[in-house]
């Protein structure tokens, strides 16, 4: 005060563990002690981890400690249960007291467990009258009190460590404790089902783990906070697993600096809540449905498919793969054109699915029959598994991990070469890339198990392809197979601009540019027999490297084509198997193989074996029904509109999403047409996609083909993929772009004749690689790297699912697409060992706001999810936008809580740290404030409302 000269003086104790005794006296004046506890570990001066005895105390600091809290207690004629605090340096051993609490404390229990006193029983007894030593009290004299081992205590409670151990509330959705020898509960509200409310203790149960040594305590503590699952509320228990495995606290050192000096225990690994998510998914898709699937509902539960049996044990024959390995790619193409029996690639795990359910098939669904494949049929030359729309639609609509499907397939299959389609400059995109992301992304291919890269350019322009063939060639051990696109018809004189002698040239300077098979790819199926025959012929006499033939048989004839260049000398053919072939796939593969039987060109392939795998193939085939859109059988319609199998059905979806799909024959007679418009080009993923857009384009605006040519430059806004192909974004046709068509699409636009690589500048990728782990939260992997460099809307979409609900490819096709019927139960593999068993109980009633609650056994235990019912939901219900906590104009609640206060209005200016709006959550008040100077421009929430972790609270401008 004003005018008094008095001074305080504190000694500071820099290196401080924080020492307390517990006591207990009774109303005859006994005192005694129950020895010491060390509560050092504290945040903000709050106890977080408790052990009794102290690791790491002299012993004679230990006796002097215990007898100087006897010594007060006795000076005060203290009874009942209490404990005197001191502190003690760690530098020089030095004392001192700082208080008394006269009560029993919540770290009690660990002096309950070393001394075998009931420390809450004691108290009442001698609250009752009794003294210490009588048998109803049963505490021995201070010197036979017991000091028995170690213990551990935390407190579990809910809050959030990452976000500054703001409290967090919610029902808790699963609550499974740990138990087991070493281990005491004692539990508050954590329960499954209860609320936790903002207005109360966060703490829902304190843990003690025991043992005869300290190490054994903390080894039960680790095991048993692993143990527990709380799902629906964020907890502290990532923060005390970092505690307890401190070399620091492990060495009975932690001073209460622990915290403040370790800024590593804030690294906290993401937390999976596996099963929470899959369950959330199960519930919206039960509830919502799977946009995917368009609402189509399975009338009842689909039994899962029937996997033909093997014995994964036996030892695998050796395969293509195999070979591979041993000879090099050099060697393994000399021995593909030397060996006489007709090889064959299997193209149901992509192309097949790509052409008749638009690429819809399912990783789990490939998985289930891999290592059937693998054993029963080695002889297969490969299995094209990857590439072409896979990439994409594996992200965009089943929401798997390309690189995971690679990655899972190749443990199963380690003996039968994978072939993956790959779109020169254009790798698995509809874009040209640049030189560097192309090289880099076979590159990561290959070392993810990638064997044959099968390139080829949309147009057959050479030079998109050369890039991708050096990247093989130079930087892998895989093979390069350089694929011509075959179109037109080299029997019929009046198409000569793809006659045979443009096939064979192609031929030849891809076999100068290093190829080491040669592809000739008839996406469309237009290549008939006789034709088949010429060209395979011909091009056997001309070039010195293997035949690979790629077709379709969309037309109903392909088998013959097949056999007519088998025997004119192809040496590997694309076939699908049974159930998968036919129409827009490929051809039959066990038909073609039985026709073969016994001959010179036999595959040697087990017919029971492709029986029973293409069997298995058309019970999968019911879970994709929504997506079948293919042809029935083939049609001679395919050789007018040219259109090739993989775009069939994606074509059909499209105009069918359009509300066009009445008028297909219009739209396929249109995709001719501009076609020619084109100047009959080359059409294969990403030419054709172009035409298809143009072609939709056109009978959405009542645009005739032939009156392109007539609008005005510029009048008319074409579809991008249009303009950047007629400019030369895709590489250029032989005899180059009709110049009217280019100049009504491109107006004043000129276009270039570069190769399109040339002009595109190289990605530094350790900073696209730097940026994108700053955008993901995470050090981004190759996986990533890629995934975004292809797709970069689609990569973030598929994380943020991820994020939302896990990995799901471990469901079971009709799970994922249909959701669960009521009793249905399914299993799923979330790891090695980790398998979950989910059985759909019911679903409530909605409550006004439309929310309904999912009821689950999740292995036996009930859960329970809350989904809204977007069929049934308010049109007024609030729905905030979520925020991103890293941009400086965005307001967003660090936590969930009730806004307080509106501290700043629409149209005020704010400076760095004014603050925006303040929350309340546990009586906690946070305020939050602007992270830069600008003007208000939305509030998102008014005082009173509730709002959740991550919501948008209002927008800042400039």
Same mark, same amino acid.
């Given at each position: 005060?004003?005018?008094?000269?008095?001074?305080?003086?504190?000694?500071?104790?820099?290196?401080?563990?924080?020492?307390?005794?517990?006591?207990? &006296?009774?109303?005859?004046?006994?005192? @005694?002690?129950?020895?010491?506890?060390?509560?050092?570990?504290?945040?903000?001066?709050?106890?977080?981890?408790?052990?009794?005895?102290? @690791?790491?105390?002299?012993?004679?600091?230990?006796?002097?400690?215990?007898?100087?809290?006897?010594?007060?207690?006795?000076?005060?004629?203290?009874?009942? !249960?209490?404990?005197?605090?001191?502190?003690?340096?760690?530098?020089?051993?030095?004392?001192?007291?700082?208080?008394?609490?006269?009560?029993?404390? @919540?770290?009690?229990?660990?002096?309950?467990?070393?001394?075998?006193?009931?420390?809450?029983?004691?108290?009442?007894?001698?609250?009752?009258? +009794?003294?210490?030593?009588?048998?109803?009290?049963?505490?021995?004299?201070?010197?036979?009190?017991?000091?028995?081992?170690? !213990?551990?205590?935390?407190?579990?409670?809910?809050?959030?460590?990452?976000?500054?151990?703001?409290?967090?509330?919610?029902?808790?959705?699963?609550?499974?404790?740990?138990?087991?020898?070493?281990?005491?509960?004692?539990?508050?509200?954590?329960?499954?089902?209860?609320?936790?409310?903002?207005?109360? $203790?966060?703490?829902?149960?304190?843990?003690?783990?025991?043992?005869?040594?300290?190490?054994?305590?903390?080894?039960?503590?680790?095991?048993?906070?692993?143990?527990?699952?709380?799902?629906?509320?964020?907890?502290?228990?990532?923060?005390?697993?970092?505690?307890?495995?401190?070399?620091?606290?492990?060495?009975?050192?932690?001073?209460?600096?622990?915290?403040?000096?370790?800024?590593?225990?804030?690294?906290?690994?993401?937390?999976?809540?596996?099963?929470?998510?899959?369950?959330?998914?199960?519930?919206?898709?039960?509830?919502? &449905?799977?946009?995917?699937?368009?609402?189509?509902?399975?009338?009842?539960?689909?039994?899962?498919?029937?996997?033909?049996?093997?014995?994964?044990?036996?030892?695998?024959?050796?395969?293509?793969?195999?070979?591979?390995?041993?000879?090099?790619?050099?060697?393994?193409?000399?021995?593909?054109?030397?060996?006489?029996?007709?090889?064959?690639?299997?193209?149901?795990?992509?192309?097949?699915?790509?052409?008749?359910?638009?690429?819809?098939?399912?990783?789990?669904?490939?998985?289930?029959?891999?290592?059937?494949?693998?054993?029963?049929?080695?002889?297969?030359?490969?299995?094209?598994?990857?590439?072409?729309?896979?990439?994409?639609?594996?992200?965009?609509?089943?929401?798997?991990?390309?690189?995971?499907?690679?990655?899972?397939?190749?443990?199963?299959?380690?003996?039968?070469?994978?072939?993956?389609?790959?779109?020169?400059?254009?790798?698995?995109?509809?874009?040209?890339?640049?030189?560097?992301?192309?090289?880099?992304?076979?590159?990561?291919?290959?070392?993810?198990?990638?064997?044959?890269?099968?390139?080829?350019?949309?147009?057959?322009?050479?030079?998109?392809?050369?890039?991708?063939?050096?990247?093989?060639?130079?930087?892998?051990?895989?093979?390069?197979?350089?694929?011509?696109?075959?179109?037109?018809?080299?029997?019929?004189?009046?198409?000569?601009?793809?006659?045979?002698?443009?096939?064979?040239?192609?031929?030849?300077?891809?076999?100068?540019?290093?190829?080491?098979?040669?592809?000739?790819?008839?996406?469309?199926?237009?290549?008939?027999?006789?034709?088949?025959?010429?060209?395979?012929?011909?091009?056997?006499?001309?070039?010195?490297?293997?035949?690979?033939? +790629?077709?379709?048989?969309?037309?109903?004839?392909?088998?013959?084509?097949?056999?007519?260049?088998?025997?004119?000398?192809?040496?590997?053919?694309?076939?699908?198997?049974?159930?998968?072939?036919?129409?827009?796939?490929?051809?039959?593969?066990?038909?073609?193989?039985?026709?073969?039987?016994?001959?010179?060109?036999?595959?040697?392939?087990?017919?029971?074996?492709?029986?029973?795998?293409?069997?298995?193939?058309?019970?999968?085939?019911?879970?994709?029904?929504?997506?079948?859109?293919?042809?029935?059988?083939?049609?001679?319609?395919?050789?007018?509109?040219?259109?090739?199998?993989?775009?069939?059905?994606?074509?059909?979806?499209?105009?069918?999403?359009?509300?066009?799909?009445?008028?297909?024959?219009?739209?396929?007679?249109?995709?001719?047409?501009?076609?020619?418009?084109?100047?009959?080009?080359?059409?294969?993923?990403?030419?054709?996609?172009?035409?298809?857009?143009?072609?939709?384009?056109?009978?959405?605006? &009542?645009?005739?083909?032939?009156?392109?040519?007539?609008?005005?430059?510029?009048?008319?806004?074409?579809?991008?993929?249009?303009?950047?192909?007629?400019?030369?974004?895709?590489?250029?046709?032989?005899?180059?772009?009709?110049?009217?068509?280019?100049?009504?699409?491109?107006?004043?636009?000129?276009?270039?004749?570069?190769?399109?690589? $040339?002009?595109?500048?190289?990605?530094?990728?350790?900073?696209?690689?730097?940026?994108?782990?700053?955008?993901?939260?995470?050090?981004?992997? $190759?996986?990533?790297?890629?995934? +975004?460099?292809?797709?970069?809307?689609?990569?973030?979409?598929?994380?943020?699912?991820?994020?939302?609900?896990?990995?799901?490819?471990?469901?079971?096709?009709?799970?994922?697409?249909?959701?669960?019927?009521?009793?249905?139960?399914?299993?799923?593999?979330?790891?090695?060992?980790?398998?979950?068993?989910?059985?759909?109980? &019911?679903?409530?009633?909605?409550?006004?706001?439309?929310?309904?609650?999912?009821?689950?056994?999740?292995?036996?235990?009930?859960?329970?999810?809350?989904?809204?019912?977007?069929?049934?939901?308010?049109?007024?219900?609030?729905?905030?936008?979520?925020?991103?906590?890293?941009?400086?104009?965005?307001?967003?609640?660090?936590?969930?809580?009730?806004?307080?206060?509106?501290?700043?209005?629409?149209?005020?200016?704010?400076?760095?740290?004014?603050?925006?709006?303040?929350?309340?959550?546990?009586?906690?008040?946070?305020?939050?404030?602007?992270?830069?100077?600008?003007?208000?421009?939305?509030?998102?929430?008014?005082?009173?409302?509730?709002?959740?972790?991550?919501?948008?609270?209002?927008?800042?401008?400039?």
């Amino acid at each position: 005060a004003f005018g008094n000269p008095a001074v305080f003086l504190e000694r500071f104790v820099g290196q401080a563990k924080h020492i307390e005794v517990q006591i207990m &006296g009774d109303h005859q004046g006994n005192i @005694v002690h129950l020895h010491e506890r060390d509560c050092s570990v504290q945040r903000r001066h709050q106890k977080v981890i408790e052990i009794a005895p102290s @690791v790491d105390l002299d012993e004679t600091v230990r006796r002097d400690l215990c007898a100087a809290a006897v010594q007060v207690a006795r000076e005060v004629k203290y009874n009942n !249960a209490g404990t005197v605090e001191f502190l003690l340096d760690g530098d020089t051993n030095e004392w001192f007291f700082i208080e008394m609490n006269p009560r029993i404390q @919540v770290e009690h229990t660990v002096t309950e467990i070393i001394t075998g006193v009931d420390l809450v029983r004691s108290q009442i007894l001698v609250a009752q009258g +009794h003294n210490l030593f009588e048998d109803v009290v049963d505490i021995p004299a201070q010197e036979d009190i017991p000091r028995n081992g170690y !213990a551990v205590q935390a407190r579990i409670t809910t809050e959030d460590p990452s976000n500054n151990f703001s409290p967090d509330y919610g029902r808790i959705l699963n609550y499974r404790s740990a138990a087991g020898f070493g281990i005491r509960l004692d539990a508050g509200t954590g329960d499954a089902g209860s609320v936790i409310t903002p207005f109360y $203790d966060s703490m829902l149960v304190k843990l003690t783990a025991f043992g005869p040594r300290f190490e054994i305590a903390l080894q039960r503590m680790d095991r048993a906070l692993r143990e527990f699952r709380i799902r629906g509320v964020k907890t502290n228990i990532p923060f005390i697993e970092n505690v307890i495995l401190n070399e620091t606290f492990r060495s009975g050192k932690a001073t209460t600096r622990l915290i403040d000096t370790n800024p590593n225990l804030f690294n906290f690994r993401p937390r999976r809540d596996r099963a929470t998510k899959l369950l959330n998914y199960l519930s919206d898709v039960t509830v919502n &449905g799977n946009d995917t699937a368009k609402g189509y509902k399975l009338s009842a539960a689909l039994p899962g498919p029937r996997i033909p049996a093997c014995d994964v044990r036996a030892q695998m024959q050796p395969g293509s793969r195999n070979k591979l390995l041993e000879l090099g790619p050099e060697g393994f193409a000399n021995w593909i054109r030397n060996s006489k029996p007709l090889l064959i690639t299997d193209t149901t795990m992509r192309d097949a699915h790509q052409s008749l359910i638009a690429t819809r098939m399912r990783s789990v669904d490939m998985l289930n029959i891999a290592s059937y494949v693998a054993q029963k049929t080695p002889n297969l030359f490969s299995l094209e598994m990857w590439g072409g729309a896979t990439f994409d639609t594996t992200m965009r609509f089943l929401k798997e991990s390309p690189w995971d499907r690679l990655r899972e397939l190749r443990e199963r299959i380690p003996n039968i070469c994978f072939q993956m389609l790959f779109r020169g400059s254009n790798a698995v995109g509809y874009s040209n890339y640049p030189d560097n992301v192309v090289e880099g992304f076979i590159k990561h291919s290959a070392e993810a198990g990638m064997d044959i890269f099968r390139i080829f350019d949309s147009l057959n322009y050479l030079p998109n392809m050369q890039v991708a063939m050096e990247a093989v060639r130079e930087h892998t051990d895989s093979v390069c197979e350089a694929a011509v696109c075959y179109t037109g018809d080299i029997d019929d004189p009046k198409r000569d601009k793809y006659s045979l002698k443009y096939y064979i040239n192609k031929a030849k300077e891809l076999e100068k540019m290093g190829a080491h098979i040669l592809a000739i790819k008839d996406m469309a199926g237009l290549c008939r027999p006789s034709a088949a025959t010429k060209l395979f012929s011909a091009l056997r006499e001309e070039i010195g490297m293997p035949i690979h033939f +790629h077709t379709h048989d969309s037309s109903g004839i392909n088998a013959a084509s097949v056999l007519a260049a088998s025997e004119a000398g192809a040496d590997i053919v694309d076939l699908a198997l049974a159930s998968m072939s036919g129409s827009t796939s490929q051809p039959n593969l066990n038909s073609v193989a039985a026709a073969l039987s016994g001959l010179e060109r036999d595959p040697g392939l087990d017919p029971n074996a492709l029986n029973a795998m293409s069997d298995y193939w058309e019970e999968v085939l019911e879970f994709y029904v929504p997506f079948n859109t293919a042809p029935r059988a083939g049609s001679a319609e395919v050789y007018i509109h040219e259109m090739p199998g993989g775009q069939f059905t994606n074509l059909k979806e499209q105009a069918n999403a359009m509300g066009l799909g009445h008028r297909w024959p219009e739209i396929a007679r249109t995709y001719a047409e501009v076609n020619q418009l084109f100047g009959d080009i080359i059409k294969v993923t990403p030419s054709s996609k172009v035409v298809g857009d143009m072609c939709m384009f056109l009978i959405t605006r &009542g645009i005739k083909p032939e009156a392109v040519t007539s609008l005005e430059p510029g009048s008319v806004d074409f579809p991008e993929s249009v303009i950047d192909m007629l400019w030369g974004g895709l590489g250029q046709p032989d005899g180059g772009w009709p110049a009217d068509v280019q100049k009504a699409v491109l107006g004043g636009r000129e276009p270039t004749t570069s190769r399109p690589g $040339d002009l595109a500048e190289p990605i530094n990728l350790e900073t696209t690689r730097s940026e994108l782990s700053t955008t993901l939260g995470r050090t981004a992997s $190759d996986d990533d790297l890629y995934s +975004h460099l292809m797709y970069p809307a689609v990569f973030a979409e598929f994380d943020e699912f991820v994020r939302t609900y896990g990995k799901v490819q471990g469901l079971p096709t009709t799970a994922f697409f249909y959701g669960l019927s009521i009793s249905e139960e399914i299993s799923v593999e979330i790891g090695p060992g980790k398998v979950l068993f989910i059985k759909l109980i &019911g679903i409530g009633e909605p409550n006004a706001e439309g929310q309904r609650n999912v009821f689950y056994e999740l292995n036996g235990m009930p859960r329970e999810c809350a989904v809204i019912d977007q069929a049934l939901a308010p049109k007024n219900a609030i729905t905030r936008l979520k925020g991103d906590l890293n941009d400086p104009l965005q307001a967003v609640a660090p936590m969930p809580g009730m806004v307080s206060e509106v501290n700043a209005e629409v149209g005020s200016k704010v400076e760095e740290g004014d603050p925006i709006i303040t929350l309340e959550a546990m009586k906690m008040l946070t305020t939050i404030s602007a992270s830069t100077s600008g003007t208000v421009t939305e509030i998102l929430a008014q005082k009173g409302d509730a709002v959740e972790t991550d919501d948008l609270l209002a927008r800042l401008q400039k």
